[in-house]
């Protein structure tokens, strides 16, 4: 029968789940230290506790030799055969020491030994268990808040939830149950510190496994959780069955089992997806609830898509804060970029016009000859910079601008005529043409501008109203008279709309 001391051994061994033998290891060396401390020797000691009665023993440990150099460690054959018969030569004699005579500060000794050895004991144990439990679900109960921390009981020990580890719409009282994922186990002066959380998108995953049972038995499959704790969570599911619906699994009837994820998560929306080997299929499902028109791979090798959605489904697609894309990127591993159909049809714009290629070079206006300094100040002031721009205005608009009157839009006139002709001329592979008259002006020495600007444009020549009017063989016009075409019958039916420049 064991002994009232053993007893008690096994006992506190129970409690601290611990092994018994550790229990009574500590009290052997917290007894030999006693007694070490006591006889003050460097003799080898050693402590043995009797189960059956209880009591702890110390003996002096000496080698048996021929020759004793050390007294304290060594001991002739015949002094050893007083101690012990069958003592040999080479071996070793144990010679109890009294332990009666240790007294209060020995005992006190030992005391403290024995509970930092059973306390080491314990947070190895527990270190042993918590640390191959990483990732399961533990139902816990909050004890009490430290700072930003909460302290809940987790069954053997205790264990710490962080601030960073809840969801910010998450508030605890003392003696709340919940349910936390074990997040890591770490080794301190204060022993192991367990820490939980509530945050993990691998909580999402094992409410799931324990709520649906086709999730247990392996029909569904979760293939990757995307939360943002307190806000909403993107589950993809897919399923090994055809016959049986992964998305409906783990809805449940009338939403039974997503509801019992949602209470425990404290109202946390849960998108359940449907996975899919396509990257482009997955994506469309994803993006849900959006509408998507078309996805496209843009880099496989870098995991990089775009998604183009009609212009009324962009801010849906994208989410309040970016929230809905950003978990679908998190979701399907990809970099993802929401484009709408206008953005789109701009972007493939630009690309067609970089294609053709780019535009042709304006001439700046100072390239322009047969004009005055004075005139091309005037004209720069109305913010005319180009020839291109010069040419494409009307004499109208042209006599509008201060200082640019009738006889100054003839010779313009003429210089833009002459300057295009020139740069139709010098184009390889193409018949010399004329350039086009624009047509009368209807103020005094138009028609003469037209007529001769037609045949002289190549000439390099600048040339005045007088000099048309010489060319033609025709009378100079006055300011209150237009001159007549040679070809047409005059009248008001007969006369030309004026020019575009």
């Not at 003996?59 to 054959?77: C, G, H």
């Not at 053997?156 to 009282?173: C, M, V």
Request: with cysteine; proline share 5%.
């Amino acid at each position: 029968m064991a002994s009232a001391l053993y007893q008690q051994v096994e006992q506190l061994s129970r409690d601290k789940g611990i092994d018994p033998q550790i229990v009574v290891s500590a009290i052997e060396d917290a007894i030999l230290l006693a007694t070490r401390k006591y006889y003050k020797s460097q003799e080898e000691l050693r402590s043995e506790l009797n189960k059956e009665t209880g009591e702890i023993n110390v003996y002096a440990v000496r080698n048996i030799v021929e020759k004793v150099q050390d007294p304290e460690k060594e001991i002739t054959l015949e002094q050893a055969r007083k101690l012990d018969p069958k003592a040999e030569l080479g071996g070793q004699v144990q010679q109890k020491k009294p332990t009666d005579v240790l007294g209060r500060i020995a005992a006190q000794t030992a005391k403290q030994v024995i509970f930092q050895k059973v306390r080491e004991a314990e947070r190895d144990t527990i270190y042993n268990e918590y640390i191959h439990r990483i990732g399961e679900v533990v139902n816990a109960t909050v004890k009490r808040t430290e700072g930003y921390d909460t302290i809940v009981d987790i069954g053997k020990t205790e264990a710490r939830l962080p601030k960073r580890e809840q969801s910010r719409l998450e508030a605890f009282a003392p003696g709340e149950r919940i349910r936390a994922v074990i997040q890591k186990v770490e080794k301190s002066a204060k022993g192991p510190q367990v820490v939980v959380s509530r945050a993990e998108p691998l909580l999402v995953q094992r409410l799931f496994e324990s709520e649906v049972p086709e999730i247990y038995d392996n029909t569904i499959v979760i293939k990757s959780v995307a939360r943002e704790p307190g806000e909403r969570t993107k589950i993809a599911v897919y399923s090994r069955d055809r016959e049986v619906d992964c998305v409906g699994a783990c809805v449940g009837m009338k939403g039974m089992r997503v509801q019992s994820v949602i209470r425990e998560l404290r109202g946390e929306k849960i998108d359940i997806i449907e996975y899919h080997e396509d990257p482009a299929q997955f994506a469309a499902n994803a993006l849900s609830p959006a509408k998507i028109s078309r996805v496209t791979i843009l880099d496989p090798e870098q995991h990089h898509l775009e998604v183009v959605v009609d212009d009324t489904q962009l801010s849906l697609a994208i989410g309040k804060k970016g929230q809905n894309v950003r978990l679908a990127s998190k979701l399907l591993g990809w970099k993802v970029d929401i484009k709408s159909e206008e953005e789109k049809r701009r972007e493939v714009e630009e690309q067609m016009a970089a294609l053709v290629g780019p535009p042709a070079t304006e001439t700046a206006l100072t390239e322009l000859a047969g004009l005055s300094e004075k005139v091309r100040e005037s004209l720069q002031a109305a913010g005319i910079q180009t020839i291109e721009q010069l040419g494409g205005m009307t004499p109208e608009q042209l006599q509008e601008i201060p200082g640019i009157g009738p006889k100054t839009v003839d010779k313009i006139f003429v210089a833009v005529n002459r300057f295009f002709g020139a740069a139709i001329e010098e184009m390889p592979g193409e018949e010399e043409t004329e350039p086009a008259a624009p047509g009368s002006f209807g103020h005094e020495g138009e028609l003469a501008a037209e007529q001769a600007g037609g045949d002289l444009a190549s000439s390099g020549q600048t040339l005045e109203a007088e000099e048309l009017q010489a060319v033609q063989n025709t009378p100079s016009a006055s300011e209150d008279h237009e001159v007549p075409d040679p070809e047409e019958k005059t009248g008001p039916d007969s006369q030309k709309p004026g020019p575009t420049l």
